[in-house]
């Protein structure tokens, strides 16, 4: 279907239009993993080392805490996160990758990293860097 000048002069639905298409074929990529875009998002935020406070990671994915909870108790069950105490704080937990964990990161982000390149296909390398740096930006 032809879009009207009316939706595609607008900036967000533009980049909504986009965001669904490549979230879709990331989703897809992902589900061959056995992963979902979230759980990866949090498996990625781990990637530095350990982490005390999980509403704050699921903040940063857009994820209230119920959903975050849910999310990581998952990622627990399936030995891809652990969780300890805080060191001088009992009631705070630590969320640290398992090893596992770790190489399925390393997998999503390389089966990821794919999905972007074919999204990115139609445009030359200097207008693939310029779009990721603006966007990087306007995220800020």
């Known amino acids: 279907m032809e879009l009207p000048d009316t939706l595609t002069a607008r900036v967000g639905f533009v980049m909504q239009l986009a965001l669904l298409r490549v979230q879709r074929a990331g989703e897809a990529a992902l589900a061959e993993l056995s992963l979902r875009g979230h759980e990866y998002g949090l498996l990625a935020l781990l990637e530095n080392g350990p982490v005390a406070r999980q509403h ?12 975050t909870a849910k999310v990581v108790r998952s ?3 399936r030995g891809l996160v652990v969780r300890h105490p805080a ?5 705070a937990l630590v969320l640290t990758l398992t090893p596992e964990g770790d190489r399925l990161r390393a997998a999503a982000a390389a089966v990821l990293e794919r999905c972007d390149d074919e999204f990115l296909a139609p445009l ?17």
């Open 87 to 91: 060191p001088g704080d009992s009631r």
């Open 56 to 67: 704050e990671l699921g903040a940063v994915l857009g994820m209230d805490r119920t959903t």
């Open 75 to 77: 990622l627990v069950g």
């Open 124 to 140: 030359p390398t200097g207008e693939r860097e310029r779009l990721h740096a603006t966007l990087r930006r306007l995220a800020r």
